[in-house]
């Protein structure tokens, strides 16, 4: 089975890596090519145009920054139009369920399948192949190409219908909004009563309360440095993608009015875990 990949951003490229380390031909078409120089060394093709790329794989994945990019890609570019009946595209960027539903539907048109499979995990989680890819659209299309999320992941779920995994991925940051967002306030809170953040992050995280994400989060609170794991501004993106969904309750509400301030304030590059920043100032 040839792979085609498009869009080499921090999550794109080591996931793309791990399909060439599990054996498979993988051929790769970046807007900025020299993004690709590494994935070639390891194995892969870098393609001089969309319509290569397409043409000479049998399954296309694209993985992009946002709806605006998806649409410019699949729209815009004539993806669908560049490809014969039967391919399999296969989008794994964080978009609107209404977006994925679009593309579903436009594919059908083009007489080729399509699946929305973002993925539950930052770049860390890629690297090691242990994402959770968030699957929608037709299960017999999944089934064909669930043997290529296994190098990615450590598990792929078919959620359902198309928007089901962008639907499931939206709910999947929510809770990591809030639960980032909580973890800001409580050691905010111990800080104003006295006490000491490495004592309280040691608590939050050897508690009931204490996940993985609170871990990894630690150093970044302590030294006060936020390089991006997963950047605010994705967050921020997510959680409006979220309220435009559905009315969000009084917790995601907060959340994602704190995300869009923080936002508004130029944490957008920094990590996630940046929001601590921006309720420092409330």
């Given at each position: 089975m040839k792979i085609g990949w498009?869009?080499?951003?921090?999550?794109?490229?080591?996931?793309?890596?791990?399909?060439?380390?599990?054996?498979?031909?993988v051929k790769i078409y970046n807007r900025t090519a020299a993004k690709g120089e590494e994935l070639v060394k390891q194995g892969a093709v870098q393609a001089e145009n969309l319509q290569e790329l397409?043409?000479?794989?049998?399954?296309?994945?694209?993985?992009?920054?946002?709806d605006a990019a998806v649409k410019s890609l699949y729209f815009d570019q004539n993806l669908f139009g560049l490809a014969d009946a039967g391919k399999i595209f296969i989008d794994m960027s964080t978009v609107s369920p209404k977006t994925s539903k679009e593309l579903y539907n436009a594919a059908?048109?083009?007489?080729?399948?399509?699946?929305?499979?973002?993925?539950?995990?930052?770049?860390?989680?890629?690297?090691?192949?242990?994402?959770?890819?968030?699957?929608?659209?037709?299960?017999?299309?999944?089934?064909?190409?669930?043997?290529?999320?296994e190098p990615m992941s450590k598990m792929s779920l078919y959620l359902g219908d198309s928007g089901s995994g962008s639907n499931a991925k939206l709910a999947i940051n929510l809770l990591l909004g809030i639960t980032v967002q909580g973890i800001a306030?409580?050691?905010?809170?111990?800080?104003?009563?006295?006490i000491n953040t490495e004592?309280?992050?040691t608590i939050i995280s050897e508690s009931a309360v204490g996940t993985a994400i609170s871990k990894?989060?630690?150093?970044?609170?302590?030294?006060?440095?936020?390089?991006?794991?997963?950047?605010?501004?994705?967050?921020?993106?997510?959680?409006?993608?979220?309220?435009?969904?559905?009315?969000?309750?009084?917790?995601?509400?907060?959340?994602?009015?704190?995300?869009q301030q923080a936002l508004a304030n130029n944490l957008g590059d920094e990590?996630?875990?940046a929001v601590i920043e921006q309720l420092r100032k409330k």
């Amino acid at each position: 089975m040839k792979i085609g990949w498009i869009g080499l951003g921090n999550m794109g490229i080591p996931i793309a890596s791990n399909l060439i380390k599990a054996g498979f031909n993988v051929k790769i078409y970046n807007r900025t090519a020299a993004k690709g120089e590494e994935l070639v060394k390891q194995g892969a093709v870098q393609a001089e145009n969309l319509q290569e790329l397409v043409e000479t794989s049998d399954v296309i994945f694209t993985m992009v920054s946002d709806d605006a990019a998806v649409k410019s890609l699949y729209f815009d570019q004539n993806l669908f139009g560049l490809a014969d009946a039967g391919k399999i595209f296969i989008d794994m960027s964080t978009v609107s369920p209404k977006t994925s539903k679009e593309l579903y539907n436009a594919a059908k048109k083009s007489a080729v399948s399509f699946l929305d499979a973002p993925v539950s995990g930052s770049v860390q989680p890629a690297k090691d192949g242990t994402l959770i890819v968030l699957v929608g659209g037709e299960e017999a299309t999944y089934q064909q190409v669930k043997p290529l999320f296994e190098p990615m992941s450590k598990m792929s779920l078919y959620l359902g219908d198309s928007g089901s995994g962008s639907n499931a991925k939206l709910a999947i940051n929510l809770l990591l909004g809030i639960t980032v967002q909580g973890i800001a306030e409580s050691v905010l809170f111990a800080q104003n009563q006295g006490i000491n953040t490495e004592d309280m992050l040691t608590i939050i995280s050897e508690s009931a309360v204490g996940t993985a994400i609170s871990k990894m989060k630690t150093p970044s609170i302590l030294h006060n440095d936020f390089p991006a794991a997963f950047a605010l501004k994705h967050m921020a993106k997510d959680l409006r993608l979220a309220s435009e969904t559905d009315e969000l309750l009084p917790i995601g509400t907060s959340a994602n009015e704190t995300y869009q301030q923080a936002l508004a304030n130029n944490l957008g590059d920094e990590d996630v875990m940046a929001v601590i920043e921006q309720l420092r100032k409330k």
